[in-house]
């Protein structure tokens, strides 16, 4: 049980319930849907980015606990970042999920998003905690297709 | 009598430990487990008898021809074939239905020709009818589902039409458990001249199949979902429809006679099966059909359907939990969504209990589609599943209940 509540920690849990920042963004300059056809998860990210930083940042969509609370998560700790420092979080969260080594500064700046870090247990699940974070470098590339992580 | 615990020791994998707990494998509607008898059957086949098939002269390539040819006999049996001929070996399921859409169907149609097939069908008997259609101008109708998973029979006679040149229906569903009244829809359209082909994959398992009482002009299934070997399946089709069909693949074994010119074609129904095929399947899958005939599928069925029952009863009392597919008939398989909870955590959670369900669309989009729903939770039972199996599984699914509030 213990790799379980690593997994289902109560952030994880209130964000799932409560996913905050979860709405259609009418002004936007970036978007994009994300799909994993493996569980049917879908989601729409919207971001408005002006001047190399992100004002706002908003999804909506429906899938498992892992992924509608690691787009929540994301959305929290997005706004106001700079694209650079995004593409570098992005790299960060990938190692994190993937149980990938991490020195302990990389650790420290992805401050809450690190209670994902129970998902590298579990192999199956990597690709719920990462959609958003795919939708999202697919948003900021202006890809216009939906996110694929299959 | 049924022997659950003799059943069990048949089988090595179910004694395994997941995360320190006892496997209880309820996935048996994706696959099955193998008993000792096809295990060893497929060893014995390698340190004995094993060469190529047919041609060969010499004493090895004639006792592996003796194995799989009886394997086809076998099969023949178990389904009650009227001939040897009429069994053809495929992959699996899928292939069969592709060699069907390939062979028989498409030369047949013509723009403006229909294909009618069923809501509640797995992705494998909808997408060779698709390609097969957009290739020929026909076009898919739809046998419509009703809200406990029934199929709406009611609308046959408005669906079945002249410009229908085949039905292809499974025989019970693999998401909602459905079993499905095949023979009248049958009989409907052989009153119209119309062939059937029964998608055999669930039902093989659970349930005798007699082809010859069905009268369906198609059957296929395949061999992993009854405790045989993965790769290998059997394509039942009338006598008449393989004389008629054209070859699925060229290659080996499936000529009488070839020059640059012209290739004379071998008999049904080795006609269908070009190049060296799936030997230690075919031998491993005939063990499995003689296991499961040894057990009886009669009694298996009627252990099975009290699995269910005691399942179905379990899982109602669950508060917050809906059985999606509520048929007065149905396999062994209950399909659930809990209120608040997606399927994927209920799969992962479940599963550090040592219980393994599938959670997904299980490739019936359409189906999840017609319950709005993205994925449910499916436990599959088997013969080799207990009463107390079905209670560590409710316990399993309160633990998620527990867990994820």
């Known amino acids: 049980m213990s790799e379980l509540r690593e997994l289902y920690q ?13 709405k259609k963004l009418e002004l936007h300059s970036h978007h994009a849907h994300g799909h994993n056809p493996l569980c049917g998860d879908k989601l729409e990210l919207f971001l408005e980015v002006a001047d190399g930083i992100i004002k706002d940042i908003a999804f909506v969509g429906s899938g498992c606990a892992i992924s509608t609370s690691s787009a929540s998560l994301m959305t929290q700790f997005l706004k106001g970042k700079s694209l650079e420092e995004t593409r570098q979080h992005f790299e960060h969260f990938h190692d994190l999920v993937t149980g990938k080594e991490m020195d302990e500064e990389a650790l420290d700046a992805l401050g809450k998003l690190a209670v994902f870090a ?22 900021l590339d202006s890809v216009e297709e939906a996110a694929a992580t299959e | ?30 696959s099955t487990q193998k008993p000792s008898q096809v295990i060893d ?35 023949k049996d178990f389904i009650n074939a009227s001939k040897v001929e009429e069994i053809v070996f495929v992959r699996g399921t899928t292939e069969g239905v592709n060699l069907v859409a390939s062979s028989y169907l498409e030369p047949r149609l013509d723009p403006g020709d229909e294909i009618l097939i069923s809501e509640m069908e797995h992705h494998s008997n909808i997408i060779p009818w698709q390609l097969t259609a957009e290739r020929t101008g026909a076009k898919l109708k739809i046998i419509p589902l009703l809200e406990n998973g ?20 499974t025989h019970m569903s693999n998401s909602l458990g459905t079993l499905n009244d095949i023979s009248p829809i049958i009989e409907r359209a052989h009153n119209m001249g119309i062939p059937v082909l029964v998608d055999g994959a669930q039902s093989i398992a659970h349930m005798p199949i007699d082809v010859q009482a069905l009268d369906c002009d198609f ?4 061999g992993h979902k009854i405790y045989g070997p993965t790769g290998i399946g059997v394509l039942y089709a009338k006598e008449d429809h393989l004389l008629s069909m054209k070859p699925y693949q060229g290659g080996g074994d499936m000529i009488m006679n070839v020059s640059f010119e012209k290739t004379e074609y071998n008999d049904i129904p080795y006609k269908f099966e070009a190049g060296t095929p799936n030997i ?37 009392e669950i508060e917050g939990l809906q059985i999606i597919g509520t048929a007065p008939r149905k396999g062994s398989i209950i399909s659930f969504v809990l209120d608040g909870i997606h399927p994927h955590d209920v799969g992962t959670i479940m599963d550090m209990e040592g219980v393994a369900v599938r ?39 309160s633990k998620v209940k527990e867990l994820m509030g």
């Open chain 2, 1 to 30: 009598m049924f022997d659950i615990n003799r059943i069990r020791s048949d089988f090595p994998i179910l004694g395994t430990k997941v995360y320190g707990k006892s496997l209880v494998y309820a996935d048996n509607a994706a």
């Open chain 2, 150 to 169: 029934e199929l709406d029979i009611s609308k046959l006679p408005d669906l079945l039409t002249p410009q229908v040149k085949l039905v292809a229906v």
């Open chain 2, 280 to 316: 230690e399947g075919t031998i491993g899958m005939a063990a499995a059909l003689d296991y499961v005939s040894g057990l009886g599928i009669e009694v298996i069925d009627s252990y099975e359907q009290e699995l269910l029952v005691y399942a179905t009863e379990r899982f109602s």
């Open chain 2, 359 to 397: 959670t997904g669309h299980h490739c019936t989009q359409p189906v999840m589609d017609y319950y709005n729903i993205p994925a449910t939770t499916r436990v599959s039972l088997s013969f080799y599943n207990t009463m107390g199996e079905i209670d560590e599984i409710a316990k399993a699914i």
């Open chain 2, 219 to 222: 059957f296929v299934f395949s």
């Open chain 1, 10 to 22: 109560e952030v994880i849990l209130d964000h799932n319930k409560n996913p905050r920042n979860f």
């Open chain 2, 41 to 75: 059957s497929i060893k014995d086949l390698y340190s004995n008898h094993y060469a190529n098939i047919h041609r060969g002269v010499h004493h090895l390539s004639q006792k592996s021809t003796a194995l799989y040819e009886g394997a086809r006999g076998t099969v």
């Open chain 1, 118 to 139: 129970g998902v590298r247990e579990f192999p199956a699940r990597v690709k719920c905690a990462s959609l958003s974070w795919h939708t999202l470098i697919n948003a």
